[in-house]
């Protein structure tokens, strides 16, 4: 079963967490997830900037490393950096204390202060010990751009019914997902629709 938004359960195990901005304004936010890619990440760039948007990235820490002209690339662009652990590890499935070195560890390379973990999960004891140096960012919109199976129509026609006033929409900075397919589409449409898109103020209040 798909959940295209955060469940009751997610909403009260993170509740410190940022999901969605309250807001009554026609205004979303985009995020990326997994990259930065050479196979996807320049492709996406130039499409924000064609519509001038700008996004948070939540970068893989070792795709980071690795691309360090691609991170410099987003940056240029305006947009903000997220960290999204180095070794994209299942909370519920990793020791705390190696999940949280895993986090310092991707840190040098994406950022210190915002934080979105891989799968939506975390113990109780590793989100204690984020949240005293991070913001958590989850997300609203979950269109499955990832899942081969999916397929970008169904991606897109998601991203098309579930925004609302202040969502927080993810989508994932890789080849093997469609974000690139569908992103132009998705933008257009919620421009003819009265949205903006906004950059999360993550030094403000949640």
């Known amino acids: 079963m798909r959940f295209f938004r ?56 070792k795709a980071a490393e690795k691309h360090i002209n691609l991170m410099n690339q987003i940056r240029e662009g305006g947009h903000l950096i997220g960290n999204h652990g180095y070794n994209h590890f299942d909370g519920w499935r990793t020791d705390t204390a190696q999940y949280l070195n895993d986090v310092i560890v991707a840190s040098n390379f994406t950022s210190d202060k915002i934080f979105r973990p891989p799968f939506g999960r975390l113990s109780n004891k590793q989100k204690k010990r984020l949240l005293e140096s991070y913001k958590l960012i989850f997300w609203d919109i979950m269109a499955y751009d990832f899942d081969s199976t999916f397929g970008s129509v169904k991606s897109l026609k998601i991203l098309k019914e579930k925004i609302r006033p202040g969502s927080i929409i993810v989508l994932h900075d890789t080849v093997s997902s469609c974000a690139n397919t569908i992103i132009d589409e998705f933008l257009t449409f919620a ?16």
Request: proline share 6%; hydrophobic share 40%.
């Open 6 to 61: 955060p469940g009751f359960l997610a909403a009260w195990l993170y509740h410190e967490a940022i999901f969605r901005i309250r807001t009554t304004e026609k205004v979303l936010y985009l995020t990326f997830d997994d990259g930065p890619d050479p196979g996807s990440t320049p492709q996406l760039l130039d499409v924000l900037k064609a519509h001038d948007i700008r996004a948070l990235f939540f970068c893989d820490g």
């Open 191 to 206: 421009g003819n629709s009265g949205y903006r898109f906004g950059l999360l103020d993550v030094s403000g209040n949640k």
